[in-house]
């Protein structure tokens, strides 16, 4: 039945030359879910007796094994044989100069076998093959030496009896215990893990925009490690904390489970897109195991490295830190960065609000002092680890506010270093963090920018700004730190004389609800192009100002939309919003934007344009010295009657455009069999396929086609518009 060796090893290296005393026998079976022995096959297995002498053996093709004229007592069943195989991934895992992993010819076996039960639950039933004989389940960390960069283990409901290793007290130690004089069989869980899909793809897709607000939101997530600083006694970490970076990447996605909470208040489920993954290709958090990794262990110079010090940036409390957080994971394809936007209202308020500029040293112009420091300690953060980890992959990048403001500058020192880096950025809701000499000198940065409906936080620091948080003094700042998020810049600074003004990067893409007549309303995701949508009361400030400093009142009234800041309650339901429109779309093959939509946003734009017009010709009646004497404002004014022209041309083309594929998922697409396996699973969620309004095209209107406005008046009646409320 198989091909044990005759020559048995004893402790002590002597030769078994008769049959021992009392000679039992054991025989035994690894079979995957389905009951199969075949991934198994030929694996080289070491058995050992309670006495301590060893038997060498291989399975058979049924995935048996048997072990005979061993000493009485129960078997322990190891099996240690390194991967010899060629394939890069592991070839590369076991070699690396940092963590190399002890991947065994069974790891990799059992990787590529698959659940029974697709949400990766065990078995209950007791298989038919199973009968006469003993039954466990088991996974690969019981039958290897090491399992310090193996998944925790899942509940079954056959687990091994302990009592057998108890019995052969240090012979049973490693490896799994077996009954003597009987047959067992093994049932090895599949070494599978979940990730979220992710496009490396540059441009823009649906399945990014969604996917990276979910990790965006997650870096506000601790850690969550147990120790979260090991000691000297340390011998392993866990991951308990849910929802936290640890839990998700080192614990709960590499045992199956299909995680949904980013954010610890959340209360509404927003499932990723997640493919069933071979163990080693999940995105990965380091091991921990003091007896292999030298870098684990306490030392008179050092404190030890560890999963939390490695993945994880928590530069916050001390004399001189920059109360930043983020994290990053990688795996074969991809390295993520993500990191945190505004969380602590007073440190992360004043630091929005020191918009001093400063010179951009990694690269052209003048950048805002705050956001830079930041940026810097999570660039040493992340190239401390790209060292370690980098083999050439995609880096994808994504932050929330202020986090999106110290991603792009982050993003454009990783650019500008010799490695070369391959990288794309996703920001939601990022204030400025250059001017515009930094904004051309970055313009080849991939950079996908996100604003949500009135968000306020993409219009500070106010391109007028060159603010110095002790020009004005910490009592004047905290004077407002009531409001939410930090949105002290709004109410303090002084002009910015000199030096170009502050602007934007990336490519802009808006997420714009519109209202219709009957409480119906949609939403469309595009590019507008001009201020008075994305920053709608800048044309109104660029008006009203006196003195050269913004009208107070306007902008405390936009503090009122500090909601639609929000990453779990507006901008991760926006962005799932844009992914099940772009898949209703793509597959229907319709366009993005419906007759009924172009009519009613068209006809607000030409309303905005009048509007603007009339003010730009009453300028000059005004008594105003400010206004007189500044041409700027008219000059403003005209750029912008011009960028609403701009911005209708790309709302007629989206009129016409149909969704592709790519579109939508980006370099997924490439892979069908991968979007066949991984959609059904994001389906099965009842979340996911909810009749939502934003995630929908809106009906046709019952009579005329133009019969719509954003407040439910028939397009071309009479009525007030507001520039601060088109939308």
């Known amino acids: 039945m198989t091909s044990l060796e005759k020559d048995l090893q004893s402790p002590l290296g002597s030769r078994l030359l008769t049959c021992p005393a ?38 058979d093709a049924a995935g048996k094994g048997r072990v005979d004229n061993h000493f009485a007592g129960p078997v322990s069943l190891l099996f240690d044989q390194a991967y010899e195989g060629k394939e890069n991934l592991y070839s590369y895992l076991q070699g690396r100069p940092h963590y190399p992993l002890k991947i065994t010819e069974l790891q990799v076996r059992a990787e590529k076998s698959r659940y029974l039960n697709p949400n990766a639950t065990r078995t209950r039933e007791r298989p038919e093959i199973a009968e006469g004989g003993d039954y466990f389940q088991v996974e690969v960390r019981h039958l290897v030496r090491h399992a310090s960069h193996l998944p925790p283990e899942v509940y079954r409901d056959y687990p091994l009896d302990s009592g057998c290793a108890a019995i052969m007290r240090e012979h049973g130690k490693l490896g799994v215990a077996l009954l003597p004089q009987r047959h067992t069989i093994l049932e090895v869980r599949p070494l599978r893990a979940l990730r979220p899909m992710l496009s490396t793809a540059p441009a823009f897709s649906a399945l990014n925009l969604y996917q990276l607000a979910l990790m965006a939101t997650l870096s506000y997530c601790p850690f969550g490690q147990k120790p979260k600083v090991p000691s000297a006694e340390t011998r392993s970490v866990k991951f308990p904390l849910q929802p936290s970076v640890g839990n998700w990447f080192g614990d709960a996605l590499p045992k199956g489970e299909e995680l949904w909470k980013v954010d610890s208040v959340q209360a509404k489920a927003y499932y990723p897109l997640y493919e069933d993954v071979p163990y080693s290709a999940r995105l990965e958090i380091i091991p921990f195991d003091p007896n292999l990794y030298a870098v684990n262990r306490h030392t008179p110079e050092r404190d030890p490295e560890h999963p939390a010090s490695v993945h994880f940036l928590d530069d916050i409390g001390g004399k001189e830190s920059t109360d930043t957080q983020a994290f990053i994971t990688h795996n074969d394809e991809l390295i993520l960065i993500a990191v945190r936007g ?8 004043l630091r929005d609000a020191d918009a001093l500029q400063v010179p951009f040293a990694e690269g052209e112009g003048q950048v805002h002092r705050g956001f830079y420091e930041a940026a810097k300690k999570a660039a040493a953060f992340a190239v401390n680890y790209l060292e370690k980890f980098y083999t050439g992959q995609t880096l994808l990048i994504c932050g929330h506010s202020l986090g999106g403001a110290i991603t792009l500058l982050l993003a454009e020192m990783l650019r500008r270093r010799p490695e070369g880096y391959n ?45 110095k948080a002790d020009i004005y003094g910490t009592g004047a700042a905290l004077t407002f ?48 192009g001009c201020d008075t949508i994305t920053q709608h009361a800048a044309c109104d400030v660029a008006i009203r100002q006196r003195h050269g400093l913004p009208d107070r009142p306007t902008l405390l009234k936009q503090i009122f939309d500090a909601g639609h800041h929000s990453m779990t309650g507006a901008y991760i339901p926006a962005c799932w919003a844009v992914l099940r429109r772009w898949q209703e779309a793509q597959e229907s093959s319709r366009s993005l934007v419906t007759e009924r939509e172009f009519a009613l946003v068209e006809s607000a734009l030409q309303r905005i344009t009048d509007q603007l017009r009339s003010q730009r010709n009453n300028l000059p009646g005004r008594p105003d010295s400010y206004v007189r004497t500044r041409k700027n404002v008219v000059e403003a004014l005209n750029r912008e009657i011009e960028k609403i022209r701009t ?18 998922y980006g370099s997924m697409a490439e892979q069908p069999e991968r979007l066949a396996e991984s959609l059904p699973r994001w389906q099965l969620h009842p979340e996911n396929l909810a009749t939502e309004q934003l995630a929908m095209a809106p009906e046709p209107a019952e009579d005329d086609p133009l019969l719509a406005t954003l407040y439910g008046y028939r397009i071309g009646a009479p009525h007030n518009f507001d520039i601060n409320s088109i939308i």
């Open 481 to 528: 730190v009531n409001v939410p998020l930090g949105l002290s810049v709004f109410v303090a600074g002084i002009t910015n004389w000199t030096g170009e003004a502050y602007d934007h990067h990336g490519r802009l893409r808006h997420a714009m609800p519109v209202e219709f007549g009957r409480e119906q309303v949609s939403s469309i995701l595009w590019e507008p």
């Open 22 to 59: 009392g000679g039992k026998w054991t025989s035994f079976q690894l079979i995957d879910e389905f009951c199969s022995g075949e991934p198994y096959a030929g694996l080289a297995y070491i058995a050992t007796d309670s006495e301590g002498y060893r038997y060498k053996g291989r399975l």
């Open 647 to 664: 911005t209708r041309e790309r709302l007629a083309l989206l009129r016409h455009r149909r969704m592709t594929a790519t579109d939508v």
């Open 342 to 349: 505004t969380a602590e209202i007073v440190a992360d308020g």
């Open 423 to 467: 990288l794309q950025l996703y920001t939601y809701g990022a204030p400025r963090a250059g001017d515009a000499d930094f904004v051309k000198g970055a313009a080849d940065l991939v950079h996908h920018r996100m604003v949500n409906h009135n968000d306020p936080v993409p219009s500070v620091p106010g391109s007028w700004m060159n603010t």
